[in-house]
């Protein structure tokens, strides 16, 4: 099955700069790979996606990169906000007409006022 | 939040005793996904139900059973709760026009 690693485990940054989290997955047939955010006490909630037949992404403040080759992407996350702090999980599904999605471990993302 | 409601929200049970969590969806979705999460594993996916009386095991599904008798519900049975099962539970769905999961809020349950 896919195997989803992600780095780093946790990541401080003071507000204003950027932040970037990295996962690799090793199924080579992968071909959705969506970024949910956790907020304490709540459950993950869709932030950004892309598909493998797309490089890049964005939305506002935060844009996710595909390297299909290299079989990483990576979520960026741009003037980052108090707001922003919470944990960061990637995910990759592996097949069409699978509808399961494996996890990386997470990332706690806290920003320092 | 797509219409999930988890209960219980919290539980603290007895090693060796049955528990069942429930999840129910208000948005006809096909796909429903139970979840375990746990400190450097992220969410790991227990069971999986693809339609009514249609499930299939996920990577962590030993000691726990799943049932879906209507669209609605999807139950999650832990037989004997072991403490190794001590954990935040999620449920998922998927309308399957994508792939994208729709999660609840999370059962933190306990076993002592």
């Known amino acids: 099955g896919e195997n989803v690693e992600q780095h780093p485990s946790t990541l401080s940054v003071q507000e204003g700069d950027s932040a970037v989290i990295k996962c690799t997955y090793s199924d080579s047939a992968s071909n959705y790979f969506p970024w949910y955010k956790q907020e304490l006490g709540k459950g993950p909630q869709l932030i950004i996606d892309i598909r493998s037949n797309v490089g890049e992404k964005k939305d506002q403040r935060i844009a996710v990169t595909l390297n299909k080759t290299a079989k990483h992407f990576s979520l960026h996350i741009t003037e980052t906000q108090p707001e922003d702090s919470a944990v960061y999980f990637c995910?990759?599904?592996?097949?069409?007409?699978?509808?399961?999605?494996?996890f990386g471990a997470g990332t706690t993302v806290t920003v320092r006022a | 939040d797509a219409g999930i409601t988890q209960s219980p929200r919290h539980k603290v049970t007895e090693t060796g005793t049955p528990v069942t969590l429930r999840c129910h969806q208000t948005?006809?979705?096909?796909?429903m996904y139970w979840y375990r999460q746990d400190p450097g594993h992220g969410l790991r996916l227990i069971h999986y139900?693809?339609?009514?009386?249609?499930?299939d095991k996920g990577e962590v599904s030993d000691g726990y059973s799943v049932s879906r008798s209507k669209t609605e519900d999807f139950l999650l049975t832990l037989e004997s709760a072991t403490s190794s099962q001590t954990s935040v539970y999620f449920c998922a769905t998927n309308g399957g026009e994508s792939a994208e999961a729709f999660f609840g809020q999370g059962t933190r349950l306990t076993v002592v």
């Open positions: 948005e006809n979705h096909r796909y």
């Open positions: 139900s693809y339609g009514v009386k249609d499930t």
């Open positions: 995910a990759a599904k592996s097949r069409e007409g699978d509808y399961k999605l494996s």
